[in-house]
């Protein structure tokens, strides 16, 4: 079992930054992928990024290449989305998930989520 818990969301203006974090315990999260989504209000949850356990693959979706770095501390059990050049439709829940197999779309577990507003 791994549980997830994200944190780091918050209200920002459009360009600017955050960082989320995500916190997995479990003695073997070095050896899970892990993603990230986000779900706005009324919209399904879509992809964002994906790490793999020994971070050889990285993939994001469209719409946040260039801007959106994940990575991923095995010593500190924490993944991360680093997020620049925010806009206001990046406003959306974002959710943490952990899978011990590499499909960056397909996850066993799963966080709580951390709100992210971005302000026109």
């Known amino acids: 079992q791994v549980q997830l818990v994200e944190s780091g969301g918050g209200l920002v203006q459009a360009g600017g930054s955050l960082r989320l974090s995500c916190a997995a315990s479990?003695?073997?999260?070095?050896?899970?992928?892990m993603g990230w989504f986000r779900q706005a209000p009324g919209e399904e949850r879509e992809f964002v990024a994906a790490?793999?356990?020994?971070?050889?693959?990285?993939h994001y979706a469209e719409s946040v290449k260039g801007r959106f770095t994940i990575s991923k501390d095995n010593a500190k059990n924490t993944v991360y989305l680093q997020m620049n050049s925010l806009k206001p439709e990046d406003t959306a829940v974002y959710y943490c998930?952990?899978?011990?197999?590499?499909?960056?779309?397909?996850?066993?577990?799963w966080g709580q989520g951390t709100q992210v507003t971005v302000s026109s």
């Open positions: 790490i793999s356990w020994s971070d050889s693959n990285r």
């Open positions: 998930a952990a899978d011990p197999h590499w499909s960056p779309v397909t996850y066993s577990y």
């Open positions: 479990g003695r073997t999260f070095s050896t899970y992928s």
